[in-house]
Every structure is written in C-alpha cells, then in structure tokens.
C-alpha cells in the first residue's frame, strides 16, 4: 500500500514536502517514483529512487528543484519541491514496482503499485 500526504497550496516560489507511506511490500521491489499528472495532460514522471542504491532520477523540468529520498527503514519516501512554479500544479503519485529494466525509471508503464495521489496547486 502506498499512501501520500503532504499536498496543498502554495505561491510560486515556495516548497512543499511530500511524503509517502509504503507497506506491504517494500521486499518484493526495487524502486520507488513521484509522478504528476495535470488536467488533461499525461501522467509524467517526476523522480524515483532505487531503494537499495540509493540511484536517483529526475525529469529535466524539476532538476535542481526537486530532491527525491527515502528514510533509513525504507518506509517513507519524500519529494522535496522547492521553487515551484505555477506548471507544478498537478496531482501527485507516488508509485512503486520492482524494475528490471534500466533506462525507464521514470515510465509510468514501469510502476504497477500506485498510491491514491495528493494535490499540489502553485498560484
């Protein structure tokens, strides 16, 4: 089960902090991804993580604003948004599966587990 939290409202500029709750089957994957999908628009990817390794990607239109990481347990997995634009505004997912291909990391037809998404508006 994944679980987001964290979404809401903020000014442009500003940072929020998402988090995501995983259980149940932090075993049997690998890696662990933050998607977004704004109104009318695909789904995207926006980070993942490897959980083991710790390897991290990013989505060209987030590097350098978004920082993806997990806590020691491998519990939790955070995305850290600073500098939000007002093109950031989207519904959040967090996604996880065991990838055993490189290179699609941020594929959403990579990740079968999804959470329940979380809004994020930047005004």
């Known amino acids: 089960q994944l679980v987001e939290s964290g979404g809401g409202s903020v000014q442009a500029g500003g940072s929020l902090r998402l988090s995501c709750a995983v259980s149940?089957?932090?075993?049997?994957?690998?890696?662990m991804g933050w998607f977004r999908q704004a109104p009318g628009k695909e789904r995207e990817g926006v980070a993942s993580?490897?959980?083991?390794?710790?390897?991290?990607f990013y989505a060209d239109s987030v590097k350098g604003r978004f920082t993806i990481s997990q806590d020691n347990a491998k519990n939790w997995v955070y995305l850290q948004m600073n500098s939000l634009k007002v093109e950031d505004t989207a519904m959040y997912y967090c996604a996880a599966d065991r990838l055993v291909r490189t290179g699609r990391e941020l594929k959403v037809d990579e990740y079968s587990r999804w959470g329940q998404g979380t809004q994020v508006t930047v005004s």
């Open positions: 149940g089957y932090t075993y049997s994957v690998n890696a």
């Open positions: 993580i490897y959980i083991d390794t710790g390897s991290t």
